[in-house]
């Protein structure tokens, strides 16, 4: 059994940036049996895509959490750089997987950013029948 916080840390980061990459790859690849049409291949494809980019956000909040968890540990000046790029260019990830998450709560409006009366700014995503901006 690895022990080494630093090995850990490093192997949490390497699995969660591999993930990140194939649920990348998911979305923007081939969905279905091309063979099927019309509304069926839409609505397959739709839930298809929608799983893929459910994952793909857990994928990259786990990666950012990694990294920061890995920068705890080595305290690396570019990697900080990043970070704070990464959280600026992607600053409500967490939300998102929050929302993702905890969709049945979302579905009710007792979500935690409802809690918090939570402004939603930039992209339009859905969440159960309700259009939301994040």
Do not use: C
Not at 25 to 40: A, E, K, Q, S
């Amino acid at each position: 059994m690895y022990t080494d916080p630093y090995y850990l840390a490093f192997i949490r980061t390497n699995q969660w940036m591999h993930a990140v990459e194939m649920q990348a790859n998911r979305i923007i690849g081939p969905t279905i049996d091309p063979n099927i049409v019309g509304m069926i291949k839409y609505r397959l494809d739709w839930n298809q895509r929608q799983r893929d980019l459910d994952f793909f956000l857990i994928a990259l909040n786990r990666l950012r959490i990694a990294v920061v968890s890995l920068n705890k540990k080595i305290k690396d000046r570019e990697i900080s750089n990043s970070l704070k790029e990464f959280n600026k260019d992607i600053p409500d990830i967490k939300d998102l997987r929050d929302i993702g998450e905890h969709f049945d709560e979302y579905d009710l409006s007792q979500g935690n950013l409802n809690k918090k009366n939570y402004s939603p700014t930039k992209h339009p995503i859905w969440v159960g029948e309700k259009k939301m901006l994040v």
